[in-house]
T-cell receptor, first 113, second 107 residues
């Protein structure tokens, strides 16, 4: 049981480049979310999904796109990377959608230069 | 997003009990209070959840008064490995983590 798998673990981008952060879960969870964590700060919600085909914005959605074509996958796309997007990105999934029992991935550390 | 307030940091020594109090004045009637733990370079990990009164598991206890406007996470007999950031949350699937409480345990 792999849980929540994020790839890549590390990435360096140049300003203006685009890329997709991958997130996959094998627990058949309906709820999935993307967070970013800046140094010394808590996690901020970027986008979330309550099921395949359904996504919505969180606190800090600008500059990011998501889609949810399958239950398992929830990729996060950076459209045109900016230095302000340098952060650690976490993907999480939950069966119930309540604050209980979210499983987090190990994170992707992104640096935009 | 549901908002909570907790201390920025706490220091302790091995073997002591650590109590972290979280304020959630605007908690909704149906919301649970949940605590997560995060070690450096890792994602948060669920610790405990409660609705009212007291909940205890193998890791911690959670005390919630009748008015539910605050809660206290209690970590008994902490060790160096309990050094982490602890987050108090309320609400549903749109989790709001805040800055958390950095607990540092010293030998």
């Amino acid at each position: 049981n792999a849980g929540v798998t994020q790839t890549p673990k590390f990435q360096v981008l140049k300003t203006g480049q685009s890329m997709t952060l991958q997130c996959a879960q094998d627990m058949n969870h309906e709820y999935m979310s993307w967070y970013r964590q800046d140094p010394g700060m808590g996690l901020r919600l970027i986008h979330y999904s309550v099921g395949a085909g359904i996504t919505d914005q969180g606190e800090v959605p600008n500059g990011y796109n998501v889609s949810r074509s399958t239950t398992e996958d929830f990729p996060l796309r950076l459209l045109s990377a900016a230095p302000s997007q340098t952060s650690v990105y976490f993907c999480a999934s939950s069966e119930t959608g309540t604050s209980y029992g979210y499983t987090f991935g190990s994170g992707t550390r992104l640096t935009v230069v | 997003l549901a908002k909570t307030t907790q201390p920025i940091s706490m220091d302790s020594y091995e073997g002591q009990e650590v109590n972290i109090t979280c304020s959630h004045n605007n908690i909704a009637t149906n919301d649970y209070i949940t605590w997560y733990q995060q070690f450096p370079s890792q994602g948060p990990r669920f610790i405990i959840q409660g609705y009212k009164t007291k909940v205890t598991n193998e890791v911690a206890s959670l005390f919630i008064p009748a008015d539910r406007k605050s809660s206290t996470l209690s970590l008994p007999r902490v060790s160096l490995s309990d050094t982490a950031v602890y987050y108090c949350l309320s609400g549903g699937y749109k989790l709001s983590f805040g800055a958390g409480t950095t607990v540092t345990v010293r030998a």
